[in-house]
């Protein structure tokens, strides 16, 4: 392939938000740590949203076998849930009082569980965090909450043999498509007769929509909220910019170059129904094997202001409850050698938060067949809004996104997710900005 993604109760408010938030199992109550009187390791008990990913649990098993085996003050155990309802299980444990020790948390939810105490800062060195992808280290108020070991990265997969046929300029991390020339060849590719020549994703749901077009409009210099306060979107979610942002999406499906039908993922593109898949990198192996070496994986286009691509994936935090913080942060730190992240990022599919774990890398090494993921993450990736509105601003904005899809009027459609965010940040007292 050629290579040119009481706070407690405060929480419950957005409960329901939070659920459809996570892409997040039912949970067991349990002990955050059981000490023991005979001198025994402590039990220091984590959870993870990842059952059924085997990928992901074979690394975890690993770690915390090596870990139990390298010293005998803690033994880490583990228990791991469906993603489906991983966030409502933990509210219901934090209102308990029976969160375990370490989470996971997927990186847009942390910012809203920091604010309800269910987590606590995280106190690592900085060697390990500098050490990191931007995108993998949670921030709330500039304390650190959570860290990953990878992250996820958007690009637009396309055959080159195509884009040669059809004279289209093949972009690069140092000069992508700008707004016109991606235009010009969604145009050309229908032309050619592609009935749809973008597979954009649009059939998916949940948090998708924030991760996979907030680039878009913060391409177009628009926002989901003011950064610099993080007390409103007036002017950002539905100023000029987005907008204009907003109206180039629906002209997307008006000019017939998707279909806000069209499958979930990249079936379209691997199926040679599409020409261009705006797709993730979890996606990528399999276009790799039925695409061979045509396969391009190139950089989102840059709509005037930068391109960019989502950013912030799943990460730990110790919970506020757990009762053996200082073995739950050995613990997080010992997991964080290269040789895990490179685990994890070859067993899913994902990229490594270290650049040593990249090099350990089968898919995205230096010569790795995914290496322009890390090119493409490193150089475009943006976080979503860090604070506790999140899984409200999210929710605003696949409803606006969807319905401006289906053609709904593009500044009413905006004023209305922005008006309903800040009522939500206004009677949440500004969530501590």
């Not at 109760?9 to 997040?24: E, K, Y």
């Not at 965090?129 to 990878?150: C, N, R």
Request: net charge negative.
């Amino acid at each position: 392939m050629r290579t040119h993604r009481s706070r407690t109760a405060r929480a419950v408010v957005i409960t329901g938000l939070t659920a459809g938030l996570a892409l997040s199992g039912c949970a067991r109550a349990g002990e955050t740590t059981t000490e023991a009187s005979d001198g025994a390791p402590t039990e220091i008990l984590m959870w993870t949203h990842s059952a059924g990913n085997d990928g992901e649990l074979t690394v975890y098993d690993q770690i915390i076998e090596d870990f139990n085996a390298s010293q005998d003050q803690y033994t880490v155990v583990t228990e791991a849930f469906p993603q489906s309802s991983y966030n409502d299980s933990i509210v219901a444990a934090a209102a308990s009082g029976d969160l375990p020790c370490l989470i996971s948390m997927d990186g847009p939810i942390m910012p809203n569980w920091a604010w309800a105490g269910y987590i606590q800062p995280l106190d690592l060195p900085t060697s390990l965090t500098d050490s990191l992808l931007p995108t993998a280290v949670g921030t709330y108020q500039d304390e650190i909450y959570s860290v990953g070991y990878w992250d996820a990265a958007i690009a637009i997969f396309a055959r080159q043999s195509v884009l040669d046929a059809n004279g289209i300029r093949i972009p690069t991390v140092d000069q992508p498509w700008t707004k016109d020339e991606f235009d010009a060849a969604l145009t050309t590719l229908k032309q050619a007769g592609y009935e749809t020549p973008l597979d954009i994703g649009a059939e998916d749901t949940g948090e998708w929509w924030s991760y996979a077009y907030l680039p878009f409009l913060a391409s177009f210099g628009g926002d989901e909220i003011n950064r610099e306060t993080y007390l409103s979107a007036d002017g950002y979610l539905n100023g000029p910019d987005a907008v204009a942002a907003f109206t180039w999406f629906q002209d997307v499906f008006k000019n017939g170059w998707s279909s806000a039908g069209g499958t979930i993922g990249n079936q379209e593109f691997i199926d040679g129904d599409a020409a261009l898949a705006y797709t993730g990198v979890w996606n990528a192996k399999a276009a790799l094997e039925a695409v061979g070496d045509d396969l391009l994986i190139l950089p989102p286009p840059d709509f005037g202001h930068g391109a960019k691509t989502g950013g912030g994936s799943w990460t730990f935090g110790i919970t506020s409850q757990c009762q053996a913080a200082d073995g739950a942060r050995e613990y997080l730190e010992f997991s964080f050698q290269d040789e895990y992240i490179a685990a994890f990022s070859d067993n899913q599919v994902v990229i490594p938060a270290t650049d040593g774990a990249a090099a350990m890398s089968e898919y995205f090494g230096a010569d790795g067949s995914l290496e322009a993921f890390v090119e493409i993450s490193k150089a475009f990736a943006m976080m979503r809004p860090e604070t506790p509105a999140y899984p409200v601003i999210s929710s605003q904005f696949e409803k606006a996104a969807k319905e401006i899809m289906n053609g709904a009027d593009v500044q009413s459609t905006l004023n209305v997710a922005t008006q309903e965010i800040d009522t939500n940040i206004e009677s949440n007292d500004g969530y501590g900005f």
